[in-house]
């Protein structure tokens, strides 16, 4: 039986967004990736990303389309 893990939401910094035509082209570059469920990105350059997916090939992916990417991580207390 197939082990089913929980959707989780991962969040990038983009470096190199100059528009909407960018968000556009990193939101499909995301979405061919097996296991993402939705991309939102924001005006700043910030990347949410739901779905069964690591923030190593989210940023791969993205440094295969000239953009860079970092991982913000969630802090939680």
Not at 30 to 56: C, F, M, T, W, Y
């Amino acid at each position: 039986m197939a082990r089913v893990t929980p959707e989780r939401t991962q969040r990038l910094q983009i470096s190199g967004m100059k528009g909407p035509a960018c968000a556009v082209k990193i939101e499909q570059a995301l979405r061919q990736l097996a296991g993402v469920k939705n991309v939102e990105i924001d005006n700043e350059g910030i990347a949410s990303i739901a779905g069964d997916v690591e923030p190593e090939d989210l940023i791969k992916a993205l440094s295969a389309t000239n953009y860079q990417a970092r991982s913000i991580r969630q802090h939680q207390s």
